[in-house]
């Protein structure tokens, strides 16, 4: 245990018993500090002298909107019971083009024109996303873990289609990567899931299991395959198919749709001065069968939101495999930063081998290619310009983003 004795300061809603419980497993001064921080209720973690000076971070409330069509509305409130607990909640508004007719209200009471309130502002927008996490550490064998629990709910259009995602999750996050358990439904369609993402080399793999049981399964509520269920008869007509013929039928019949989703990403930045360049990396892979929504549809500067990606008759597939890179390269100075931007993007429904075939072919919809320049103010606006160097239909050079907190 490292700095018995030296004072904690600066935390007004933080227990001090949970504060001692991180010190406990603390060996150095560095694995302190860095506990301290990673309990992700702090702006900042500083020790002078004899003291340990604590930030803490306020309750907020956030406003985002962009003009490539993200309306977020934000709500965090870490340390909410002065023991390390969190509560996010994340909600993104959709413009609807419905129309609402206008009528008087002078004559009508105060109750009714309250009603008529809510039925306009629900005639304009709809609640398209809602994601809420709680989430508490806590302190086992020496090492400093979370507990966390994830529920959110959605509506995705695919062209004239409407489709709902629900999905609930728990799991433990420790060290160096977490796990989790849960179920996600696809309008009707139940998947179990699986995550588990790790930290290699600096770089974060994310991966994730998704299984749904087979329509016959659902039907006849069998769960395994026994040998008195398939009839000598039947036997012998399917060992006169081939083996990869045989194998389909089973999976198909009693195993439903499995897959996997591999992600590989990894954020770079360097600082000289004034001078800055950032750098991040994307890749992923998906083997096995799954629902549309879980494909990729990627984004690129310079391109309506999800542009990039696999088209048959001006309907969006969604890619299997994608690969992309961002980097800014500009000046930084207090809260405003100044930059050029390089952005590339590859979707396809095919391997990553593939992907890098397509790097050099600009007429594709599945490739995105972009520069330009940028102007970002931290917790305020951003606003970039950029020059598309591939073709499509879906092109938007300029985009703004707002951030607001309160």
Not at 179 to 198: A, H, P, Q, S
Not at 282 to 306: T, W
Request: overall charge positive.
């Amino acid at each position: 245990m490292f700095g018995r004795f030296s004072p904690f300061t600066g935390h007004k809603k933080t227990d001090t018993s949970f504060l001692e419980d991180i010190r406990s497993i603390s060996g150095s001064k560095d694995e302190l500090l860095s506990n301290l921080r990673r309990v992700g209720l702090f702006n900042s973690v500083s020790m002078s002298g004899n003291r340990i000076h604590l930030d803490e971070k306020p309750n907020e409330f956030k406003l985002s909107y962009s003009s490539s069509g993200k309306r977020r509305v934000l709500l965090n409130g870490p340390n909410l019971f002065r023991c390390g607990e969190r509560v996010f909640i994340q909600a993104e508004i959709r413009q609807k083009e419905s129309k609402h007719e206008s009528r008087d209200v002078s004559s009508l009471c105060l109750l009714e024109k309250m009603k008529y309130l809510v039925e306009c502002i629900q005639s304009k927008v709809d609640l398209s996303s809602l994601t809420a996490e709680v989430s508490r550490p806590f302190t086992v064998g020496g090492s400093l873990g979370f507990i966390r629990g994830n529920l959110s709910s959605k509506s995705v259009e695919l062209g004239e289609s409407r489709i709902r995602v629900r999905s609930v999750e728990g799991g433990v996050e420790r060290g160096m990567g977490s796990w989790f358990v849960g179920c996600e439904w696809v309008n009707d369609v139940m998947y179990k899931l699986t995550r588990i993402n790790m930290k290699i080399c600096d770089f974060n793999l994310n991966t994730k299991i998704g299984h749904s049981r087979g329509k016959k399964e659902k039907e006849d509520d069998m769960s395994t395959l026994n040998s008195s269920e398939i009839s000598k008869s039947s036997l012998k007509e399917t060992l006169k198919k081939g083996y990869s013929e045989f194998v389909a039928e089973i999976k198909q019949k009693y195993l439903g749709d499995f897959y996997v989703n591999l992600g590989l990403s990894r954020r770079m930045r360097h600082q000289v001065g004034w001078l800055f360049g950032e750098t991040q990396l994307e890749m992923g892979r998906i083997l096995g069968r799954c629902s549309v929504l879980e494909k990729y549809f990627v984004n690129v500067r310079g391109f309506k939101k999800k542009a990039i990606g696999p088209v048959d008759q001006n309907k969006k597939l969604g890619g299997t495999s994608f690969m992309s890179a961002q980097s800014n390269l500009g000046l930084c100075y207090k809260n405003l930063s100044i930059f050029g931007f390089y952005d590339v993007a590859v979707n396809t429904r095919k391997g990553i081998q593939h992907n890098f075939k397509m790097l050099e072919n600009s007429e594709s919809s599945c490739v995105g290619k972009s520069v330009g320049i940028g102007l970002r103010i931290k917790n305020g606006i951003s606003v970039t310009y950029a020059r598309p160097l591939t073709k499509s239909l879906e092109t938007e050079r300029f985009q703004v983003e707002f951030d607001m907190k309160f």
